[in-house]
């Protein structure tokens, strides 16, 4: 852990492309004010780590992991809080998360069946996350109208299913035709929100 008391071991997962967007300077924000504040840090760019995105056989058959994939089992292992920053792309996540999630979250690994049993055991607890979002549909829209599917699939139905909670999201938007002085203050509700682990 970092030096100070209540330090956490903070991994921060930039869930597209990790260079040149305005979500990878959200997440290069966060990790830099975690680190600040005394925290741990880990930063895993998704399109910089070799992997199959595909799960070609769901959980019938074992589809082995890439060692990229096993560092990132053993960072998530490691962290007690993790941070996702992704856009919002057609209402959902990205093709590259969705990915990444198919394949590292796995049974015995993120949850467990139990036999006789509807849901599964929660194999991740004790972890929080932040989602640092961005997107071109206005925030309110996005919730109100179309019931924010993006942040539902990854906070109730894929991190909290697996123990992760609290789940916290900072929604940025719209990026399109965003100014400077606004991009600034997401920047900063992003240091800001790392300074809440």
């Not at 006789?116 to 979002?133: C, Y």
Request: glycine content about 10%; charged content about 20%; overall charge positive.
């Amino acid at each position: 852990m970092g030096g100070k008391t209540g330090a956490k071991r903070v991994l921060v997962i930039a869930a597209h492309a990790s260079d040149g967007t305005f979500g990878s300077a959200l997440a290069q924000a966060y990790a830099q004010a975690a680190g600040q504040a005394g925290h741990e840090v880990r930063v895993l760019a998704l399109d910089q780590i070799a992997f199959d995105p595909i799960l070609h056989h769901g959980y019938k058959v074992v589809q082995e992991l890439e060692p990229d994939l096993k560092k990132a089992q053993e960072s998530i292992t490691w962290a007690n809080h993790l941070v996702f920053a992704f856009p919002v792309w057609w209402g959902g996540i990205p093709a590259l998360l969705k990915g990444f999630l198919d394949r590292v979250m796995l049974p015995g690994f993120a949850f467990k069946y139990q036999k006789g049993k509807a849901f599964p055991a929660k194999l991740l607890g004790g972890r929080s996350a932040h989602l640092l979002v961005t997107m071109d549909t206005p925030p309110w829209y996005y919730r109100l109208v179309y019931r924010a599917p993006a942040i539902r699939q990854m906070k109730t139905t894929t991190l909290e299913f697996c123990g992760i909670t609290p789940v916290t999201t900072l929604h940025c938007g719209p990026i399109l035709d965003s100014t400077l002085d606004k991009r600034s203050a997401w920047l900063d509700r992003a240091r800001a929100m790392a300074g809440t682990i």
